[in-house]
């Protein structure tokens, strides 16, 4: 969603004070009838669109913040209104947000569950719950308003401690955040986060695949596939909050799982996709649930007989150290990273370590690495849902010899001059997704590294 439109939105709210309800009870306008072409996210991207058959409404059941094999349904995927209009934000308002006659923890979850389906509707990645603000979710990247009428504190509180078990709840009150994992029967799963703000307690429920999402699925290159022919080794999934990098790598876990006999062990924090057994065994260990932290996990892990160890996060030195003994000792490691391209990425790895131990980093790096992906999601220029753009490093002997011997300022020759192998730099992809039309220049250049590199 463009500026313009969220703006557009904004003023059409502000000028139709009919769809105003302090009381939750004015009359609803009619919902229009659902349109005969309808996008599908695959998981906090709005990546594809597919043509859809009429979808009624299913009936919400009860939630699951469990993370067992049966906990969830897949339906994140379902298809969901193309031509987003102002109406359809505004009548979100009186149909999930209405205030009940009494109040009761069932009448705040059938609240939360009625933002979340609402959600999923809009196509929307996130849904935030403030106390004392209206309603937002973040749909193509942008973060619009819901309805125009402000949650107390009060039904905030209600609906985000209904969400939560018994044992949560006492863990939210003594820590004050809490992370989850929620799952709502043919509505959708969430990667959630709870906390305590100044005016009161909030949540955000971040949308992630209900189902291991395919390659294509995610608008993301086959050739990628590639990287899950290795036997051992490290693969770095890397990017900002928010890019699709957990989609990214729940994609190439279905393709291991698919094709190879395998004993594949993830490590998350909360578990995010559920991988049933295919071809290989997938067990998955969440932090503080299954595990106490990313580095004990990791260094059980490796006691557990696994061929594929993936890793929700490297937070930390130790969890660092781990993985690359994991990755040189004949296991394959995918992992992720908050990191913005590939040389940021090596470097990162190498400078937290002590200064003595950087060369000795550095030749483990340049004999495990298989390869970086370093992504961002761009709103597309219709307005209807963003596409990944990616910067990709295959390594290579020459590679290996670069981060060897601290030369990782050389790696950006071989980026943009490796495209047999597979490789591109970030500028280059969004380069070739302006030229081909899929994204404006704005947007381009708002990602872009350097925005010289993007052509006239």
Do not use: W
């Amino acid at each position: 969603m463009t500026p313009a439109n969220v703006e557009r939105i904004l003023q059409f709210q502000r000028s139709n004070p009919k769809y105003a309800d302090p009381e939750g009870t004015s009359d609803v306008p009619p919902r229009r009838p659902p349109p005969t072409s309808r996008p599908t996210s695959t998981g906090g991207g709005g990546y594809a669109s597919v043509p859809a058959a009429s979808v009624s409404p299913t009936p919400v059941a009860a939630p699951t913040s469990s993370n067992g094999p049966g906990a969830f349904v897949p339906s994140h995927n379902r298809p969901v209104p193309q031509n987003l209009s102002t109406k359809d934000l505004v009548v979100a308002e009186p149909h999930a947000l209405a205030k009940p006659a009494t109040p009761t923890p069932d009448n705040a979850l059938s609240r939360l569950h009625g933002l979340l389906k609402e959600a999923s509707r809009l196509n929307a990645s996130d849904l935030h719950i403030h106390a004392g603000a209206t309603v937002k979710m973040r749909i193509h990247g942008s973060v619009v308003p819901i309805g125009s009428q402000p949650i107390s504190a009060a039904e905030s509180e209600a609906m985000l401690m209904a969400a939560l078990s018994a044992d949560q709840r006492s863990t939210f009150e003594s820590e004050g955040e809490l992370d989850l994992a929620y799952t709502v029967p043919a509505v959708g799963r969430y990667r959630t986060n709870i906390y305590k703000q100044h005016r009161g307690i909030d949540g955000l429920f971040h949308v992630v695949p209900m189902n291991p999402p395919s390659l294509s699925d995610l608008r993301l290159p086959n050739e990628l596939a590639r990287l899950t022919t290795y036997s051992q080794g490290l693969i770095l999934l890397t990017g900002p909050s928010g890019c699709g990098k957990s989609a990214t790598m729940a994609a190439l876990l279905n393709v291991i799982n698919e094709e190879r006999a395998d004993h594949i062990l993830t490590i998350e924090d909360p578990i995010e996709t559920i991988h049933p057994c295919k071809r290989s065994v997938v067990n998955q260990r969440q932090v503080g649930r299954h595990t106490e932290s990313f580095h004990r996990a990791l260094r059980a892990a490796l006691r557990e007989d696994p061929d594929v160890i993936a890793l929700g996060e490297l937070r930390d030195f130790e969890t660092i150290s781990l993985a690359l003994t994991a990755a040189e000792t004949g296991h394959l490691v995918l992992a992720t990273l908050h990191t913005n391209n590939a040389i940021r990425t090596i470097d990162r790895l190498v400078g937290v370590f002590p200064s003595n131990q950087q060369a000795q980093v550095r030749t483990m790096l340049s004999d495990s690495l298989r390869g970086i992906v370093s992504q961002r999601l761009v709103p597309t220029a219709d307005g209807e849902g963003r596409v990944p753009a990616l910067e990709v490093l295959i390594s290579t002997k020459a590679i290996a010899n670069l981060i060897r011997e601290n030369k990782t300022f050389q790696l950006r020759d071989i980026l943009q001059t490796g495209q047999a192998q597979g490789m591109c730099l970030l500028d280059g992809s969004l380069a070739e997704l302006l030229k081909a039309g899929t994204i404006s220049r704005e947007e381009a250049a708002r990602f872009a590294d350097d925005p010289r590199r993007l052509g006239a």
